[in-house]
């Protein structure tokens, strides 16, 4: 899971993409399609420029890291306490993992229509659909971190006299870092996914909305900007949550 | 039968302990005198680990009585260590009890010196080799100062050649600091170097079968003599030699719940 780096520098990892942007180019100059529906590098490089510079692409980023911010704090700051509670109690799991399982197998997707008749259009229903999209996530891998840790660690905290309180914060807490963090790795990303089709249909702004928005006005130009917007984001929020698996307390879940 | 009264620091009285309708321990009694070293041996699954659980509290019998002092530490086969920890934590980890920080940190040094692993203080378990491991689990078990050291099986999941180096560390360890210590393992001839006093345990439910004195002080080799013909004793108890020419014989103790 760690990230490749290559020895000869960034000039590798720019390759893939310099490919692609070629391909792109040559297939837009063989004119299978207009050019409305098929832009070039160039008029989307340009539609980038024009619409960072009017800083629209910048206030609907900034729209949608903040919903993506708020329902991914919100899913992890209860989701890991409910998984905790699961993980502990075998009654807790009998009675409420059915459920679990239920909610995060239902797409988040499906809540939109009411996410929009309860909560409205704007930043609310988005939150929520980001939350609905991570908190199940959370809460299962939690309860399995939980449930797996090793009998031998409360043995020899028993040993050492590490109770109540510190048993969670100096034993179950540090043992379940590493899947816990991986989780979030990937509610993370998932939360980036659905926060575009939240916005695609319950919003004013974000991200989501500029595809919409280019959508409509058939610019296909300001189209493939914003998806180039979304991805980069994607890939920088990931580089971000990855260096939580660098803490050299957990890493021992990473490296055997 | 019941033991005589003697100021024993572990003692089972006519302990029996069952999980569910399986037997493990049928009126079980034993009794470790202070700074005594005994080792039990006997075949996979009579209960070995059980008993040591009795030992250590962490589990309590089905019927009859456990007296046992009040800090005990166990050692654990292997993974004992916390991973989150540097070995440096882990060793102070076994020294929570005690009161000032100076005193911590002093006592850790000293008990990194003793397993000779001072270089590798800021090291993470995954990234020692198993015996380092064990060394560190040692030395963490050791600074509890508690008097009843539990062992299952601590060396099994080290070569043999690492067995043999932690079992000269052990002996040497118990030198400098001095402790009650009951061991259980499947290896007889670790069982004979190490121990006072050898436990054979029947197949389950567990009863001792017998019980073999080595009266030559620890440390000593494991090709003595008289550690020579405990292990000869043994096997033969366990049905795995024959009968035939015992070497020097070891001193037999006396037979109890047989
Ligand atoms: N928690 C438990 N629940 C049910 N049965 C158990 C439990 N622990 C042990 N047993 C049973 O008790 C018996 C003795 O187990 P124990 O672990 O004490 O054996 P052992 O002598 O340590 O074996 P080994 O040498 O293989 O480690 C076994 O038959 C085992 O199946
Ligand atoms: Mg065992």
Redesign the interface.
């Given at each position: 899971m760690s990230s490749v780096r290559s020895s000869r520098g960034p000039w590798l990892a720019l390759a893939g993409p310099a490919a692609l942007v070629a391909l792109w180019a040559a297939l837009a100059s063989l004119g299978l399609f207009p050019e409305s529906l098929f832009p070039t590098p160039l008029a989307v490089a340009r539609g980038l420029g024009a619409e960072l510079s009017n800083f629209r692409l910048v206030n609907d980023a900034i729209a949608s890291l903040f919903r993506v911010t708020a329902g991914f704090l919100l899913a992890a700051g209860l989701g890991v306490p409910a998984g905790l509670l699961l993980g502990h109690s075998a009654r807790a799991r009998e009675a409420l993992l059915p459920l679990v399982n239920f909610f995060r197998s239902l797409s988040p997707l499906a809540w939109i229509p009411f996410a929009i008749l309860w909560l409205g259009i704007g930043d609310a229903p988005a939150i929520f659909l980001i939350f609905m999209a991570a908190f199940f996530p959370v809460v299962l891998s939690t309860t399995a971190a939980v449930a797996s840790i090793?009998s031998?660690?409360f043995?020899?905290a028993?040993?050492?006299?590490?109770e109540g309180a510190a048993l969670l914060r100096e034993?179950t807490l540090?043992?379940i870092?590493p899947q816990v963090i991986t989780a979030l790795r990937v509610t993370a990303g998932l939360s980036w996914l659905v926060v575009v089709a939240a916005e695609m249909i319950a919003g004013r702004d974000g991200l989501g909305f500029a595809i919409w928005d280019a959508r409509n006005g058939l610019r296909t130009d300001l189209l493939v900007a914003a998806m180039v917007v979304i991805g980069l984001i994607g890939v920088a929020l990931d580089r971000l949550l990855v260096r939580l698996t660098r803490i050299?307390?957990?890493?021992?879940?990473y490296?055997? | 039968m019941s033991l005589p009264p003697t100021e024993a620091l572990l003692r089972f009285d006519r302990v029996s302990h069952s999980f569910g309708a399986v037997e493990v321990l049928s009126e079980l009694s034993l009794a470790v005198q202070p700074g005594e070293f005994v080792a039990l041996v006997g075949p996979s699954g009579c209960g070995k680990t059980t008993l040591l659980n009795l030992g250590?509290g962490?589990i309590e019998p089905t019927s009859g009585r456990v007296d046992r002092p009040a800090g005990?530490?166990?050692v654990?086969q292997q993974?004992?260590l916390?991973?989150?920890?540097t070995v440096w934590d882990n060793v102070r980890?076994?020294l929570?009890?005690l009161a000032d920080e100076a005193g911590r940190i002093r006592q850790a040094g000293v008990l990194l010196e003793l397993i000779g692993l001072t270089a590798f203080r800021a090291h993470?378990?995954?990234q020692l080799s198993g015996g380092m491991r064990q060394r560190v689990e040692l030395a963490?078990?050791l600074g509890?100062g508690t008097d009843l050291l539990l062992m299952d099986e601590p060396f099994s999941s080290v070569d043999y050649l690492t067995r043999l180096k932690l079992r000269a560390e052990l002996a040497r360890l118990l030198r400098e600091q001095p402790r009650t210590v009951v061991l259980v393992t499947h290896d007889i001839e670790e069982a004979a170097q190490l121990a006072d006093r050898v436990l054979v345990l029947s197949e389950r439910p567990a009863r001792i079968r017998d019980e073999v004195h080595l009266k030559v002080p620890r440390p000593r080799d494991a090709t003595h003599p008289d550690v020579v013909a405990a292990v000869h004793r043994i096997l033969t108890e366990l049905g795995l030699e024959g009968d035939a020419e015992p070497p020097a014989a070891a001193s037999r103790g006396p037979e109890i719940d047989r």
């Open positions: 090793p031998v660690y043995r020899v028993r040993d050492v006299g590490i034993v540090p043992a870092a050299p307390s957990v890493r021992w879940g490296d055997r | 250590s962490w005990v530490r166990m654990f993974d004992g916390f991973p989150w920890l980890l076994g929570r009890h993470y378990p995954h963490r078990a509890g």
